[in-house]
């Protein structure tokens, strides 16, 4: 059974740089799209950019400037790196595995990023 | 990128049958049959139910469908259950932009 774990720091402060990890086990990384998705506190879902196992990327357009994502297929581990963060940026982060690129069928449990001073 | 359009809120009896709409634009539903769909139980992560617009994964209940018509993407539940009781995301890829986006997400209440 294919299970994802995001780790990384739980606060952060403003215009810092948020950094977070996926941590893949029971299956390999390779031959799938991995996406980072966020929900701030109360609200939907956002969808901020995947990897292809082959390091390729694609990222939300609003966020772009702002977001890099990559892969470790060593490790089986992916990353996310958010710059200049503000308190807007204060979500649950989830990691999730994408068979294509437009869906997602195995999800992390998610982790709670607060931006603050 | 404009979130796809959902109605904030539905409800319905148990073993009754609801429908939840999700309206893009030619851009993104209209054009890709890849709409999916998630549940979402409070403080849990979403679930996929539905994937290129009426695909069911493995496990997920036969009550759960999907359709499509023009910019409107549909998930149907059959045979409401108090396990329903979830919010519903869509989600959809969005060609103009190489993108993904979901919808605003849909509250279902089992009344």
């Known amino acids: 059974q294919v299970q994802l774990q995001e780790s990384g720091p739980g606060l952060v402060k403003p215009s810092e740089t948020l950094s977070l990890t996926c941590t893949v086990s029971?299956?390999?990384?390779?031959?799938?799209?991995w996406s980072w998705i966020r929900q701030p506190p109360g609200k939907g879902l956002e969808w901020i950019g995947y990897v292809y196992y082959s390091g390729s990327t694609n990222y939300n357009p609003s966020l772009k400037s702002r977001v890099t994502i990559s892969v470790d297929t060593s490790k089986n581990q992916f990353s996310l790196k958010l710059s200049s963060v503000t308190a807007a940026d204060t979500a649950v982060y989830y990691c999730?595995?994408?068979?294509?690129?437009?869906?997602?069928?195995?999800w992390g449990q998610g982790t709670l990023v607060t931006v603050s001073s | 990128q404009s979130a796809l359009t959902q109605p904030a809120s539905v409800s319905g009896s148990p073993g009754q049958s609801i429908t939840i709409s999700c309206t893009g634009t030619?851009?993104?539903?209209?054009?890709?049959?890849?709409v999916s769909w998630y549940q979402q139980h409070p403080g849990k992560a979403p679930k996929l139910m539905i994937y290129e617009v009426s695909k069911r994964p493995s496990g997920v209940s036969n009550r759960f469908s999907g359709s499509k018509s023009g910019n409107t993407a549909s998930l149907t539940i059959s045979g409401l259950q108090a396990e329903d009781e979830a919010d519903y995301y869509c989600c959809s890829y969005v060609g103009s932009s190489t993108s993904v986006v979901f919808g605003g997400g849909t509250k279902l209440t089992v009344l």
């Open positions: 029971g299956g390999s990384i390779t031959s799938y799209y």
């Open positions: 030619s851009s993104d539903v209209g054009t890709y049959n890849v």
């Open positions: 999730a595995r994408g068979p294509t690129r437009y869906y997602f069928d195995y």
